[in-house]
């Protein structure tokens, strides 16, 4: 039962264009969203978090938005560079204080220099 | 400020063996949860750990075992290895309950033959 989804296995742009990741759930429970980014070799790096009572936040390049009506949020990372080049995962947090986050599968996004 | 840091990087055990895996929380935070990721997937919650005790546990067997010591440090226990446990062991760490995000460490690779 795979409560976030994250459809697309990879995305390709060019650098300076706009990245758009998608992600969907299925629990209406779950309170707040994030994005992390992942290196080769390395843990999650956190980007940027929504709450589900907001439907967009910023964050320089990166801005998240969420439809809580449709269960999807989405990033967008405008411009693209070529260091944004990594797996991206959304992560989803239900109420209470038990720490757990269930992540999607990951993105991979290449930005083409 | 010192950011999560996991020990040891690399692992080999065998079938059957027992394995711990040590993590140290970010400056401040008291919170810290483990996470195995397998290739290809997002990280999946095996437990929290919150002023010295377990306080929220995902769906693995109770031969995944941890422990929090006075100074925020973690380990996490595996015993009786099986091949699938072979994957990426992540330790993650926050500022308390209430706060949502949590910052990842390196991991840790896990090979087990």
């Known amino acids: 039962d795979q409560q976030v989804k994250q459809n697309s296995p990879s995305l390709s742009v060019q650098e300076g264009r706009i990245s758009i990741l998608n992600c969907d759930y299925t629990?209406?429970?779950?309170?707040?969203f994030l994005w992390y980014k992942k290196y080769p070799a390395e843990g999650p790096t956190f980007l940027i978090s929504i709450s589900s009572i907001k439907d967009k936040n910023e964050d320089g390049r990166f801005t998240v938005f969420l439809n809580k009506s449709a269960k999807h949020l989405s990033l967008h990372i405008v411009p693209s560079q070529p260091g944004d080049s990594a797996v991206y995962f959304c992560?989803?947090?239900?109420?209470?204080?038990?720490?757990?986050?269930?992540f999607g599968q990951g993105t991979t996004l290449q930005v083409k220099p | 400020e010192t950011g999560v840091t996991q020990s040891p990087t690399h692992l080999i055990k065998t079938r059957g063996q027992q394995v711990t895996l040590r993590c140290s929380s970010q400056?401040?935070?008291?919170?810290v949860s483990w996470y195995q990721q397998a290739l290809g997937q997002g990280p999946q919650f095996i437990f929290q750990?919150?002023?010295?005790?377990?306080?929220g546990r995902g769906n693995f067997p109770p031969r995944f075992s941890g422990l929090q010591f006075p100074n925020y440090s973690s380990e996490l226990n595996v015993n009786a290895l099986e091949l699938d446990d072979s994957a990426l062991y992540l330790c993650?760490?926050?500022?308390?309950?209430?706060?949502?995000?949590?910052?990842f460490g390196p991991g840790t690779r896990l090979l087990v033959l």
């Open positions: 992560a989803a947090k239900s109420s209470g204080n038990t720490g757990k986050l269930i």
């Open positions: 629990n209406s429970m779950f309170d707040y």
């Open positions: 750990y919150y002023r010295e005790e377990e306080n």
């Open positions: 993650a760490s926050r500022q308390g309950l209430s706060q949502e995000t949590q910052y």
């Open positions: 400056s401040g935070h008291n919170t």
